[in-house]
């Protein structure tokens, strides 16, 4: 497990952040069997709804179970079964990481760095994950590299913040590896090791992370850190687009459009640059079509998302996954 005790020192006196906060799916045994009328399955389960389990959490909670505390912040965060109420979904999460829950002091974290519920407090946020990366929590671990890459709520140390992101990625957190990756192939604020970031996207794409999967695809595009080649590069870029990452769809269909690397295919081409445009890339959509959102993929390198928050898709608004997590 990551611990800030196990890299270096100066790590200890900060504490770090990143990205939204969460829909939540139900109650641990939200399922729960009843006996079943007669011709039903004897096993039949009955689902509580969000209201029964935000009830459910709130007796929990003020019996002083840290999880349901949190559970239920998550509840108020998002207006599940109950109306939505971030300022107490704070205040909940605060008393859910006091009493012992990691996810919880992520979470805080998170609200505290955007502002939800709370005044917008980033040296605070850095508290928050530093303690929930203490207690084990790899998501609040990668906030806390991700903060310290960046400068948010305190000095931007770049070498500190690739010590803790290497560490999470040990531990099994792919969007880690493609955050320490990141900041490895832009040489930022440490040597410049571009074998090194391409072993570590291989090692995210691997444990299921689309961008460390096109940014491996945009590594083999440029021959940076790999031999330079099209037809590998469309390899990486098929995973990443199997996975919902639009950016590499639309490069992928401009290589199957120019025969690039892959036979020539008009049709999967365009089959590919309409799900890029229908995933939110507007460069990919036609005239007049228009996606959700504008990234850019027209002509565009696979590998360019450069920042160390380039987590895949991962971080920015709500629901994304370093959200507060789900109960």
Same mark, same amino acid.
């Given at each position: 497990m990551v611990r800030r005790s196990s890299v270096p020192g100066s790590m200890?006196?900060?504490?770090?952040?990143?990205?939204?906060?969460?829909?939540l799916a139900a109650l641990a045994g939200a399922c729960k069997k009843k006996a079943a009328p007669?011709?039903?399955?004897?096993g039949a389960r009955v689902r509580i709804t969000a209201a029964e389990a935000a009830a459910a959490f709130e007796a929990a909670c003020e019996e002083g179970d840290a999880e349901s505390c949190r559970n239920l912040g998550v509840l108020l965060?998002?207006?599940?079964?109950?109306?939505?109420?971030? *300022?107490? *979904?704070?205040?909940l999460h605060e008393r859910a990481c006091e009493g012992g829950s990691a996810a919880a002091c992520n979470n805080l974290g998170l609200m505290l760095l955007q502002g939800h519920g709370v005044d917008p407090d980033p040296a605070r946020a850095r508290r928050w994950f530093g303690r929930a990366c203490d207690?084990?929590?790899?998501?609040?671990?990668?906030?806390?590299?991700?903060?310290?890459?960046?400068g948010d709520g305190g000095p931007r140390e770049p070498a500190v913040a690739l010590s803790i992101l290497r560490a999470a990625c040990d531990d099994g957190l792919?969007?880690?590896?493609?955050? =320490?990756a990141t900041i490895l192939a832009a040489g930022d604020g440490v040597p410049r090791d571009a074998v090194a970031a391409v072993k570590l996207w291989h090692r995210a794409c691997d444990g299921g992370d689309p961008a460390g999967c096109r940014l491996l695809g945009g590594a083999y595009l440029r021959g940076d850190g790999v031999p330079?080649?099209?037809?590998? @590069? @469309?390899?990486?870029?098929?995973?990443?687009? =199997?996975?919902?990452?639009?950016?590499?769809?639309?490069?992928l269909g401009e290589l199957y459009r120019d025969g690039k690397g892959v036979?020539?295919?008009?049709?999967?081409?365009?089959?590919?640059? *309409?799900?890029?445009? =229908?995933?939110?890339?507007?460069?990919?959509?036609?005239p007049g079509g228009g996606g959700d959102d504008g990234g850019a993929s027209g002509g565009g390198d696979?590998?360019?998302?450069?920042?160390?928050?380039?987590?895949? @898709?991962?971080?920015?608004?709500?629901?994304?996954?370093?959200?507060?997590?789900?109960p």
């Open positions: 200890r006196a900060l504490t770090a952040p990143v990205v939204a906060v969460v829909a007669a011709g039903d399955d004897a965060f998002e207006g599940s079964g109950v109306p939505a109420d971030p *300022a107490r *979904a704070s205040a207690g084990g929590n790899l998501f609040g671990c990668r906030n806390l590299g991700l903060a310290i890459a960046r792919s969007l880690a590896c493609t955050n =320490a330079q080649g099209a037809a590998a @590069a @469309a390899v990486w870029l098929e995973r990443a687009c =199997a996975r919902n990452d639009g950016f590499a769809c639309g490069v036979t020539r295919d008009e049709a999967k081409a365009q089959r590919l640059l *309409a799900r890029a445009c =229908a995933l939110g890339e507007v460069a990919a959509c036609p696979a590998g360019a998302a450069a920042g160390p928050a380039d987590g895949g @898709a991962s971080g920015g608004g709500p629901g994304g996954p370093d959200a507060p997590d789900a």
